[in-house]
């Protein structure tokens, strides 16, 4: 049910870090510490002396990323409660950056997107912050109806849960408001949705 080749689609080129970077800054949301471990193993520990962390554990499939980060040792590590927690405590800290400074985004899709869009807001190109996609394929959805965002989409087409249309997830993607696009699916003749099809586990 997805169209193919939409120019719009993310590409998460991997996290990678950066050996010029005079500081590190890392939004990291569940899996997504997973990341930042691997990239401990193959470009060393130093680079954690002038880290950042902000972690949240939403989604995490397991329960010591925490931990594992902790014991990494960086410059500072701070674990917020929930993603809109984290994205205010990483708007802030993008407030006071300086020049030099690396920043790297990790996790599901819709927790990048959100991440993005903070950056974007302070003036940060895109195409300057390493990203990478771990856990949950799930899908944040706007509908494009009544223009309301659910986040977690797992099925196609769902039920949107701010005006009940019967949404097909498409591919077409939003940087604006990091989202994917839900288009009616049964406009013609209500009604008439097929059973959903679970296509982002």
Known sequence: ???????????????NIDPN????????????????????????????EKTEILYVATGSRAEDHD???????????????????????????????????????????????QAMQVAMNHGVDQASIFTEHRGSAARRVQCVHCKGITDSVRTSP???????????????????????????IDAEEPGTAPPPEELFP
């Open 67 to 113: 931990r594992k980060l902790a014991a990494l040792n960086p410059h500072d590590l701070w674990t917020a409660p929930t993603i809109p927690v984290l994205l205010n405590r990483f708007n802030a800290v993008l407030g006071q950056a300086k020049m030099g400074t690396r920043m790297y985004v990790s996790g599901t899709e819709g927790f990048i997107g």
């Open 158 to 184: 769902f039920t949107c849960t701010h005006c009940g249309l019967s949404l097909l997830v498409r591919d077409h993607y939003s940087r604006r408001i990091g989202a994917f696009q839900g288009v009616c």
């Open 21 to 48: 970077a005079r500081r590190h800054l890392f939004a990291l949301e569940g899996e997504g510490a997973l990341a930042l471990l691997d990239q401990v193993k193959s470009a060393g520990q130093d680079f954690l």
């Open 1 to 15: 049910m997805l169209v193919a080749g939409i120019k719009s689609r993310p590409v998460y080129s991997g996290l």
